[in-house]
């Protein structure tokens, strides 16, 4: 969400400051120019609250300063105060869309951000968090219309429902993926990536037989691809087809060596086929290129304590236990 | 059809439950578990606390013989304000006892018993803390826990005066009484969910903890402050002593800690506690033999998922899963992912292999109350795991995600695996509910196990046993002499038909739940257990030669000691075959 944030600022103007404005109001704009928005907020502190301006600085400075839940109040009763048209509607406009973005109520945010489009409505970032919204709101063929603009692909082409589903799939949306993943392979069977996230929703689901037909599929259609093959042999690994697994996954890293995610089901079905040594050897490969991954660490510490090696798999899962996210709900 | 094909005709039926001759058939209507459980808002919850639900439990509380019914209720919010609503005299939803009428009936008999209190309870744990022969009840809550002494019939609120009380306002989630000294009286963990001030909690969608798949719903546990657990040591005289801090289990933080038990984890003889806990790694809590816990989930592998993740753990079950002699887990968790079987490698060690089992088949339904049943005798234990969602508004946007779902039922396929019947197990499994807390007896006495469940806002389920296989079985009533009267903490190793099983006395497990202490044993084709082994929490080994099935037995510690080398070293039952 932090991100967003940054990359939707890039496209906010901000509103000249007004020939007749305060010294103060100038002053908090400089500042927010300046990325110091907590200073802006100060330097407006006594400011007259009845004037439009400065409520518009003062919720673009909590904005800012990451207070969006503030930021909406503030800008929810002056937006419409301001001119059609004006430099300072826009601001409101726009930072009252994202403010309600950010603060969770995506579906009130989605008509503000809409407004933007009239005057930003090709610009990528603003496009992005849209077809988001939408994605959140369940607003599929809005989603799709926006991403593909994003994008620069046709809205209507199998490769914009592609798109879509790939958001989807990040927004955790995953019938709406399935159904978008449907209409791309409609249109074009040999897409290339549509049958692997079909396969990934299949594996997401514990539909193992759908998985690995699905990321067959793809694999059919480019051999070479890596992550095809890794994502096959996570299916057989979760179905203890070790064996199965692990040419699947030696293809993987013969295509490209240095992803880590196939080492990591190395470990896993190797450990699974009594072969220790070979595993911790797999692990250790998969730290070594992504040294933060918590679950190359977790492994490894598993087969480490399960070899006795008490003190260097207290180490390993030390790690892992810092690298835990946000997982959970 | 060809020989080929009349073969993989009878593979398919033998691997699709065809011979599962388990029916669930819920009675609860007709045995009179009448009365909801209130719990929170019907069609919205705008706050974690209307979210979670609370336990049942199987305790035969007037000794007999037959066990009784507790549905554990919350309350609800006013509409447009953070305050408990109040009620009209008489309609204020109460935790309630149903007793046993002997006839597949039960009367209500909570006023009777002196249980009648309103508020957000959670969950249950049983034992016999002052060993006098009544069990006793210990019901955490939001607000304050209330541990209740049985007076041979009639239960005393003593909670203050035993010293369990806590300051403030505290959200206890689960619970167990354990003797982790071995002093033969029982000690009682509490675990607490999180911080939660009501009048500061965000209402939902006003954060980025409380949106799911981008709806605005009720926010947390995620971004609200986690809170520790408690232990208190029971001094005897009816008094505890809190030893949260010099026992080590206080300095465990960050956690939202929900359902608990105590088995002994690592077959060192000392009972170890095992807590689930909601979008944080799980909790194991070593007994150091010393009066101090040490954290050794991660390390013992029963803290994430197979590959290391968190999870939010709701329930739990433990029992012999594989069948190798040492008691597994199960552990249950939120929607979007599988369920946990942290299979048993001894030594303390435990790895996931719940994919591998056949348990990653289903993961719509956000999981609870569950339990390691053997529900058609075979020896085996089955699965059976309740489900239903915390955000009702959720199905409405996102029809996958049902606020009310089915139980899920896995027979135990004896090779480690495990095979989704759900479907085949009756109305009583498929019909969908939002539930929460389950337990598990033979309330009509007929040799199988029968299941409680609690509902979210609507009365209990009563989900009667229909088995009609004729496998054996054998129900064990423990009695603790040296060690505590309850035997909690014990476990039992039964040997039939060649096969051999183990399944633990716990006080708490399920989803803030309690089973029968009676230990129930499926015998599959044999009437009489070859070889009964009881390891008592003091250490002391029974053994037992050719029992009959077909009934309830009693064992008393020390009537039939272990001749002098035949049962090894304690914690044998868990150690091996």
Redesign the interface.
């Known amino acids: 969400m932090t991100a967003t944030l940054v990359l939707v600022l890039a496209f906010a103007p901000a509103a000249p400051p007004a020939d007749d404005a305060t010294p103060a109001l100038a002053s908090a704009r400089a500042l927010l120019s300046q990325d110091r928005p907590r200073e802006a907020i100060a330097a407006l502190r006594g400011e007259d609250d009845s004037d439009p301006r400065v409520q518009l600085v003062r919720g673009v400075a909590h904005y800012h300063a990451g207070d969006a839940a503030e930021a909406v109040t503030l800008l929810g009763p002056v937006v419409d105060r301001f001119p059609e048209g004006s430099e300072e509607r826009r601001e409101a406009v726009q930072v009252l869309g994202l403010a309600l973005y950010l603060a969770g109520r995506i579906a009130d945010a989605v008509p503000w951000l809409e407004r933007t489009r009239e005057w930003a409505g090709s610009n990528p970032e603003l496009l992005q968090i849209l077809g988001t919204a939408y994605i959140q709101t369940r607003q599929a063929d809005k989603a799709r219309e926006v991403l593909a603009r994003a994008f620069e692909v046709s809205p209507d082409g199998a490769s914009a429902h592609l798109l879509a589903a790939q958001m989807m799939i990040r927004l955790q949306q995953e019938a709406m993926a399935q159904d978008e993943l449907a209409k791309a392979i409609a249109m074009d069977p040999r897409l290339p990536h549509a049958h692997f996230l079909l396969g990934q929703l299949a594996l997401f689901r514990g539909r193992f037989d759908e998985a690995t037909a699905a990321t067959r599929r793809e694999i059919e259609l480019n051999p070479a691809d890596n992550v095809a093959w890794s994502q096959l042999g996570d299916v057989y690994v979760r179905q203890q087809r070790w064996d199965d697994a692990v040419a699947a996954l030696q293809r993987s890293i013969w295509v490209s060596p240095f992803y880590s995610a196939p080492y990591i089901l190395l470990g896993r079905a190797y450990m699974k086929k009594g072969e220790p040594g070979t595993a911790e050897a797999m692990l250790r490969r998969a730290v070594e290129y992504d040294p933060n991954n918590k679950q190359a660490h977790y492994l490894l510490g598993q087969v480490l304590q399960q070899a006795g090696r008490t003190e260097e798999a207290r180490s390993e899962l030390a790690l892992a236990e810092r690298l835990q996210g946000a997982a959970g709900r | 059809m060809s020989a080929w094909n009349g073969l993989l005709a009878a593979a398919l039926l033998a691997a699709t439950g065809s011979d599962w001759r388990v029916r669930l058939v819920d009675v609860a209507e007709q045995a009179g578990l009448t009365h909801p459980s209130i719990y929170g808002g019907l069609d919205r919850k705008r706050f974690i606390i209307e979210t979670n639900g609370a336990g049942v439990a199987w305790i035969d509380y007037d000794n007999d013989g037959w066990v009784d019914a507790l549905v554990l209720s919350g309350t609800r919010l006013e509409e447009s304000s953070r305050r408990e609503r109040s009620w009209p005299a008489g309609e204020a939803p109460t935790n309630r006892l149903y007793r046993n009428n002997h006839d597949g009936t039960f009367t209500d008999v909570t006023d009777k018993v002196g249980l009648r209190r309103t508020g957000w309870s959670s969950s249950v744990c049983v034992g016999d803390y002052d060993n006098d022969g009544w069990l006793d009840l210990f019901i955490t809550a939001y607000g304050q826990n209330v541990l209740y002494r049985n007076r041979g019939g009639y239960f005393e609120d003593v909670t203050a005066a035993a010293g369990v009380a806590t300051k403030g306002t505290r959200w206890g989630s689960g619970c167990t009484f354990l003797d982790y000294d071995r002093d033969g009286r029982l000690d009682l963990f509490v675990a607490n969910y999180l911080v939660l001030d009501l009048a500061t909690t965000p209402e939902p ?4 903890h ?7 719903v009720n926010c947390g ?2 971004g609200l402050p986690t809170d520790t657990n408690l232990l208190y040591h029971n001094e005897g005289g009816g008094r505890f002593r809190d030893v949260s801090e010099a026992s080590g289990v206080a300095s465990v933080k960050g956690r939202y800690s929900m359902t608990a038990t105590s088995f002994d984890a690592d077959g060192d003889g000392w009972p170890d506690i095992y807590v689930a806990c ?4 799980a909790t194991l809590f070593r007994n150091n033999r010393d009066g101090t816990f040490t954290d050794v989930g ?2 013992s ?1 029963v803290a ?1 998922s ?7 753990g709701m329930g739990l079950a433990v029992a012999d899963l594989d069948g190798d002699g040492r008691l597994d887990l199960f552990k249950t968790h ?1 929607a ?1 992912d ?1 369920p946990a079987f942290y299979r048993n ?1 001894g030594g303390g ?1 435990f ?1 996931d292999v719940a ?2 089992s056949g348990l ?5 339904y956000v999981q609870w109350g569950t339990g390691a049943a053997d529900l058609d005798n075979d020896g085996r234990p089955d699965l059976l795991y309740a489900t239903g969602n915390v955000y009702p508004e959720i199905e409405a ?4 995600y049902p606020h009310r779902g089915p139980k899920i039922v896995f027979r135990n396929l004896g090779d480690g695996r495990f095979e989704d019947v759900s479907t085949l197990s009756g109305p009583g499994a498929t019909t969908p509910h939002s539930s929460r807390g389950v337990a598990f007896a033979d309330y009509d006495n007929d040799g199988d196990l029968d299941v409680l469940v609690m509902n979210m806002n609507e009365p209990p389920s009563l989900l009667r046993n229909d088995y009609d296989g004729g496998n054996g079985w054998l129900e064990l009533r423990l009695e603790g002499r040296v060690s505590n009267r309850s035997a909690i903490g014990a476990t039992v190793a039964v040997t039939a038909g060649g096969r051999r099983q183990a399944r633990p006395v716990l006080s708490q497990s399920s989803y803030y739940s309690h089973d029968d202490l009676r230990l129930h044993f499926g015998l599959g084709s044999a009437r009489a257990a070859e070889r009964v082994e009881v390891h008592w929490p003091n250490g002391a080994v029974d053994v037992l030669h050719d029992v009959p099935g077909g009934a309830v037995r009693t064992v008393r510690e020390g009537e039939s000691p272990a001749p002098a080398g035949e049962a090894t070293t304690p914690g044998s039952a868990r150690a091996g075959r």
């Not at chain 2, 969608?205 to 980025?208: M, P, V």
Request: net charge negative; with cysteine; glycine share 14%.
């Open positions: 969608g006003e954060g980025t409380c949106l799911w798949k981008g709806v605005p546990p995620k909601d979008s944080t790694a991660v390390a592998g994430y197979e590959f290391g993740n968190e999870q939010a939120f979007d599988i490698l060690l790895e994919m591998a990653g088949v289903e993961n719509r946007m996102l029809p996958e």
